[in-house]
């Protein structure tokens, strides 16, 4: 076991499929020589070489569109895009031809890539730096949408993801990178792509939540239940897509409610299809409407109205409260 | 010190042909009688089948497709240029390529008539799929580059693409990348001096398409596109330069669209008959007709017997693609990835069981 | 009055806007001598001249992101997508300027243009023609989204969209484009965007759509009256963003039962969106959980399997039933 | 017929002010001891300011930003050969250029600050706010052209980017739109050597930047960036050409990032001393005061003079900045539309209610 942050982790996995298998080619801006703007890459370069890690033009569309030959071609490779708030101009080689490619070709060409990106907000960044647009992505068939909400989710999710023969869009929560350490193994794992993890039991609601977030969901069902009036599950649901609705709605069956806390936008947002989904699995066992916590329907705010923008979790705790009381 | 001249480029321009058949024995390619026999085949059966594919259209049997009359030397020129271990990332509109690349042209049909099945090339055929979305693709050829590169495979990729292309900002991002990463990437421009409606002059302020390269300090040429020798030859010295480990070239075949843009547009909307006239004049095809007559390598006979030759591949094509089975509505599920994920798995339950409902009349 | 198929409707408020305001111009890619591959821009170059109806190299961001400085500079640019499956390369400057040049400058600056594209499947195209992706739009915070049904709206829709102080996706059902005539006032009118309009009205369930399949719906509905076993009350969103609820929640508390058909992808689709918020407004009213008939999370086939993807009539009275005996 | 030179390319360079200061008479500028003295000053103050912000960002004061160290020569100049009526359309590092547009400079460290209120620049000022996104706001400095051109107004646009910038697809689509339409616009490239950590050299295969202009049947030409009189001069020209119709204009201005890329970065991680000593000795500032003391026009009296002066405004404005009063929550969503939607109205009072019910203590 090794004590790991989630920059740490997501640089073990890369590390450790890179040994493993010298198909995977990590490409980005400044992912190089100087390991990344969050040192995500740092010392891959020293270790695999410019061959191997490889520095790119600043153009996101040639980054994710290369990586898409190079797939063809039989490689593996993890692109990054320097902030999720970049990642559009590569929008159009990720819905026209990743996603795509296998279909277009009936299995004969495939796209096994990997497109890594730190993603949300809650860092004081710039513009476009806190950006949570998972949902253009999981409306997308044909890609894989994974986020990891600590460092061992992070290693595993990553590893399975690299391995993945499909095209896996991979957002990490920069506002917990250095957030959290924990004990992860040091071996290479995989944890699947599309399973939900309960990762708080409780019988009173679900709280469904991914990414930086599920931290934020944490924090509130461990307040309601130090204060003694609820007892919350909570779950983190990892993979937006493939969705494990199964393990979602068993938990909402067994509770009766549920609430998701997003940072995206509301409108539109990942959200709204597990609360859809929830209704068409479980409306009979419902007490409540699904309670959404999520970003406004506005741009997200540069650093000094940041946190009015965001969940926290005195807002999770009042939607639970609504919910509960319905 | 004050004003100096930093760096300066040429872009030439290769004619190996005339319009009358002519060449220029220095610049001919090395060439045999049967592989020119061959290119011409290729182009004349290439010709029929799009005059075919046309009928198929009016018919209604296959929906809108792009017609490639006129343009035969410059994709049939450039792809013969390659090995086959060589990669071909095309457009849509390189149907004489297909032929090139062994891919049954029956599928071709399919492909056009709306069965994506169409695009379930042989094992190993190293040509990608048809790329609808213009100008996106060639960033796939310099990915496959920088691998056979990686690779040390010694394979090259060919893409091709139109002049409207040029615009698109996935071309400077492919040539750009191509160029830092010295990428075995041969970039053909079919220069056919329209994309769609808009003509050359409103697609680029710059006089030629191959002047382009000097943006990436790449070379840049451009080849008489009607001319199949001279672009075999300038494509097959760009495909032993990557080959070789020099990098990437730009080549601009300057050509003509003779046909519509596809069988939904009317060119008489938008160009001049004379125009037409006087690019007819300069037909790929029969200019290569006229260098083989002179060269006592076509007679009549001959001419005709390519000709029944080319009909009788058509039509043996025609019925292939006719015979193909209906595909099944599972189709749509199959391939979206490479495990159905459960929703997908529950979708095609859905849709099937609809089905049965239906034919059980609810 | 006039009657018009939903392409001269489009054309009638592109030409009086034109008339009326000499600072709308329309750009796009053979939109001018050629006047649109669907015709849609018909004449218009040679009453407004290559300086009004300008045709642009081919390159979606450069449209899009040259409309945007238009607009900016005081004019109202109408841009055209040849067809909305090839809108993604000018996704980042919609996303990234178009939606927040005036949040961005704090009203200084704002982009008063329309971004037109024919929109949705149906019509036997090739790959990349027959996409319904506007989800991807709703979602993002600053972009109005407005998809018409007839022509009558498309006119009233289209000339509100450009009198619009901020930027407008407006999506045009291709599949409809000749396929309905109505009567269309002569002169110029506007219908306001952010209004649904009940099309039928009925009392045992409320069906919600948009775009074409407003006539799958009112068919069904139709259908399902003359049978004589539901009065179905049929609903067309018409502008997505803003959405109205208001008028769906109503409708719904009234029915008890709602239905929403979507052309797009289910997963991450906009009747998601309209599901949570129903149940928002109106879990207690809700009898059944609103029932969803939308396309495949596959990509949409070609022509020859295109008729299995798309909602159609059956299907929406099966989902009608199953939601009435749920 | 065989081989011909189609069309031929020279990419000039511009120098008028050596490093020592000594300048070549013939292509001064035509700038009077006045605003020589104005573009010293500004330098001056540019510089003060860039300094004032890394210890107000160290201190926690502001968030990351963008220091323009060592390009003051670049952006200034450029942005000098501006009229009132003409338009900037920045990136990020341009602060010098807020000083000539008559930015109050309290609202860049406001912006930069977190707050962007910053960017509600005063009426008229023809100034874009900043653009984060890398390579895309040039074409809207093409759309600004375009309405200049289709209003008649003779304005012009200035476009100011970075060398990482040019392999942006939209720098392709914007110069390829702005020659197409011939819109006056002048693209200014600072090349700065670095985008981030990745050098030239590695952005493109290009020996200069200036060259991408032939791809576009535009001008292009080199300028040395240290040298404020050059970039003057050459700027002014291209300002002139485009204000008479004579279309967009490419200068590169060869500079270079004395600073790390943010103040968020090491560039110690990926440069090497020698190269960052050899720059400064470039500095464009203090070649500007070589001159002008050779000149005649700075003492060490005035010098101090203008560094009091410049040290008074940079308080000034710190003093202006922080007298601010603190953002109201309401902000977020004052400006997403013109009218705010219902769903909007409702978010903003969800916002609002739950902040009271915090103040209640629930
Ligand atoms: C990204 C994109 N935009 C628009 C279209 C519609 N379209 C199809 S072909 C074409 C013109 C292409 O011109 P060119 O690149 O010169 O190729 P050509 O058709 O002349 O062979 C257009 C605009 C498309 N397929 N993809
Ligand atoms: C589209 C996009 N991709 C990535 C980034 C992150 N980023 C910010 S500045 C920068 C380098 C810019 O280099 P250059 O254009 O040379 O300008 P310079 O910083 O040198 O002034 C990068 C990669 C961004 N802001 N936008
Ligand atoms: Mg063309
Ligand atoms: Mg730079």
């Known amino acids: 076991m090794a004590n790991l942050n989630l920059v740490e982790a997501v640089r073990e996995a890369l590390r450790q499929e890179m040994e493993h298998d010298p198909k995977v080619i990590v490409l980005g801006e400044d992912v190089g020589r100087n390991g990344g703007v969050f040192r995500v890459t740092e010392g891959l370069f020293q270790q695999f070489g410019p061959d191997r890690v490889v520095d790119t033009p600043l153009a996101e569309s040639g980054i994710v569109g290369m990586a898409i030959g190079m797939a063809i071609a039989g490689y593996r490779p993890v692109a990054e895009i320097q902030f999720s708030g970049f990642v559009y101009p590569a929008y159009d080689q990720l819905v026209s031809h990743a996603s795509r490619m296998r279909n277009r070709s009936r299995g004969g060409y495939t796209v096994p890539m990997v497109v890594r990106m730190p993603y949300g907000g809650g860092i004081r960044a710039l513009e476009h730096h806190s950006e949570s647009m998972e949902a253009v992505f999981v409306h997308v068939p044909g890609l894989k949408v994974v986020i990891p909400s600590d460092p061992y989710d992070a290693k595993g999710l990553l590893t399975a993801a690299i391995r993945d023969p499909d095209p896996v869009i991979f957002c990490e929560p920069d506002r917990i990178y250095r957030a959290v350490r924990m004990e992860v193994p040091e071996e290479s794992y995989t944890l699947p792509l599309g399973e939900a993890k309960v990762v708080r039991e409780g019988f009173d609601l679900t709280l469904i939540s991914w990414g930086a977030h599920v931290r934020t969901a944490k924090q509130a069902a461990d307040h309601l239940a130090e204060e003694g009036v609820y007892d919350v599950e909570v779950i983190d649901v990892r993979t937006l897509s493939p969705f494990d609705i199964n393990t979602v709605a068993a938990s909402v069956v067994k509770t009766g409610r549920a609430v998701v806390v997003q940072e995206a936008p509301r409108t539109g947002g990942f959200a709204s299809e597990i609360a859809t989904q929830l209704m068409e699995r479980a409306i009979l066992q419902l007490e409540a409407p699904v309670g959404r916590v999520t970003g406004f329907d506005t741009i997200p705010p540069l650093g000094r109205l940041e946190d009015y923008y965001h969940p926290d979790v005195r807002g999770v705790m009042r939607q639970i409260r609504a919910t509960m009381e319905f | ?362």
């Open chain 2, 1 to 362: 010190m004050p004003v100096t001249n930093l760096v300066s480029f040429t872009i030439p321009r290769v004619e190996v042909m005339d319009p009358a058949g002519t060449v220029d024995a220095a610049l001919m390619p090395d060439l045999t009688p049967e592989q020119i026999r061959e290119l011409y085949a290729t182009m004349v059966t290439t010709r029929k089948l799009d005059d075919r594919m046309l009928k198929l259209q009016r018919q209604g049997r296959i929906g809108t497709f792009a017609r490639v009359l006129g343009q035969e030397a410059a994709h049939i020129g450039a792809t013969y240029a390659l090995a086959k271990e060589d990669w071909l990332v095309p457009a849509f509109r390189e149907t004489g390529s297909f032929l090139l690349r062994g891919i049954p042209p029956e599928k071709l049909l399919q492909y056009w008539g709306g069965d994506e099945r169409g695009h379930d090339f042989p094992a190993g055929s190293r040509m990608l799929p048809i790329s609808v979305p213009v100008g996106t693709h060639m960033l796939h050829a310099v990915g496959i580059g920088w691998a056979m590169k990686h690779n040390k495979e010694r394979a090259v990729v060919l893409t091709i693409f139109g002049d409207g292309a040029t615009s698109e900002g996935d071309f400077h991002e492919a040539m750009n990348f191509a160029a830092v990463f010295q990428a075995p990437v041969i970039f053909l421009c079919q220069n056919n001096q329209w994309a769609i409606s808009v003509p050359y002059e409103r697609q680029t302020a710059a006089a030629t398409v191959a002047q382009k390269a000097v943006a990436y300090g790449m070379p840049g040429i451009q080849v008489d596109g009607n001319d199949i020798f001279a672009v075999y030859r300038v494509t097959k010295e760009a495909v032993e330069r990557a080959r070789n480990g020099e990098g990437p070239t730009l080549i601009e075949a300057h050509t003509y669209r003779m046909s519509d843009h596809t069988t939904s547009d009317d060119a008489r909307r938008y160009r001049t008959a004379e125009e037409l006239a006087f690019w007819q004049e300069r037909d790929p095809l029969e200019r290569l007709a006229r260098y083989m007559r002179a060269a006592g390598m076509l007679d009549e006979t001959a001419e005709a017997a390519v000709a029944a030759e080319a009909e009788a591949k058509v039509a043996g094509w025609v019925e292939a693609f006719e015979a193909k089975p209906p595909s099944e509505p599972e189709e749509i599920f199959r391939h979206v990835f490479a495990e159905p994920t459960p929703a997908l798995v529950a979708q095609q339950e859905e849709l099937l069981s609809s089905l049965n409902a239906a034919d059980e009349g609810r």
